[in-house]
T-cell receptor, first 116, second 114 residues
Framework: GENVEQHPSTLSVQEGDSAVIKCTYS??????FPWYKQELGKGPQLIID?????GEKKDQRIAVTLNKTAKHFSLHITETQPEDSAVYFC???????????????FGRGTQLTVWP | DVKVTQSSRYLVKRTGEKVFLECVQD?????MFWYRQDPGLGLRLIYF???????EKGDIPEGYSVSREKKERFSLILESASTNQTSMYLC?????????????FGPGTRLTVT
């Protein structure tokens, strides 16, 4: 099955700096790559996703990039704020015909801490 | 507003007890999932279900079973709880088709087995 690796496991940045979290995947058939944010005491929540026909996607201070050749995708957060502190998970999946019914393969997570 | 609810936020059980964790979603989703979350190990899939009375093993099904008698409800069962099953348990749901596999998570149940 798919194997997703995520780095770093912990990341500390000063407020206003940028944060980058990187993931790699093993299955070349994967074509959907979501990112989830988990705040303390809550379940993970989707914050952004990208599909394989797109190289980059932005949503305000958050961006995701995808390199299908290298099987690598990254989350970029600019102008970080203390409320960005959370655990972030990357995931990979196969959408479309023959897909595994919406199963997501998650990375192990990154604890991001933004210091004021 | 979409909602996935889990029956308990915190649960303490004794070794050998049978434990039921309940999950209910109100979005008419076909797919439901049970994960356990441990520090440094991320989200590990225990079981998932894509229809009523259907189930599929995830990556760590040993020691667990599931039940899905109604579309909105997915139960995780620990037949004989052990201390190594102390963990955070997360339920999620998603719909099939429509090009989006976004999973909606419940708040989690922190289970302690003593």
């Amino acid at each position: 099955g798919e194997n997703v690796e995520q780095h770093p496991s912990t990341l500390s940045v000063q407020e206003g700096d940028s944060a980058v979290i990187k993931c790699t995947y093993s299955d070349s058939a994967s074509n959907y790559f979501p990112w989830y944010k988990q705040e303390l005491g809550k379940g993970p929540q989707l914050i952004i996703d990208i599909r394989s026909n797109v190289g980059e996607k932005k949503d305000q201070r958050i961006a995701v990039t995808l390199n299908k050749t290298a099987k690598h995708f990254s989350l970029h957060i600019t102008e970080t704020q203390p409320e960005d502190s959370a655990v972030y998970f990357c995931a990979a999946s196969i959408e479309g015909r023959g897909s595994t019914l919406g199963r997501l393969y998650f990375g192990r997570g990154t604890q991001l801490t933004v210091w004021p | 507003d979409v909602k996935v609810t889990q029956s308990s936020r915190y649960l303490v059980k004794r070794t050998g007890e049978k434990v039921f964790l309940e999950c209910v979603q109100d979005m008419d989703h076909e797919n439901m999932f049970w994960y356990r979350q441990d520090p440094g190990l991320g989200l590990r899939l225990i079981y998932f279900s894509y229809d009523v009375k259907m189930k599929e093993k995830g990556d760590i099904p040993e020691g667990y079973s599931v039940s899905r008698e109604k579309k909105e409800r997915f139960s995780l069962i620990l037949e004989s709880a052990s201390t190594n099953q102390t963990s955070m348990y997360l339920c999620a749901s998603s719909e099939t088709g429509r090009g989006s596999y976004e999973q909606y998570f419940g708040p989690g149940t922190r289970l302690t087995v003593t």
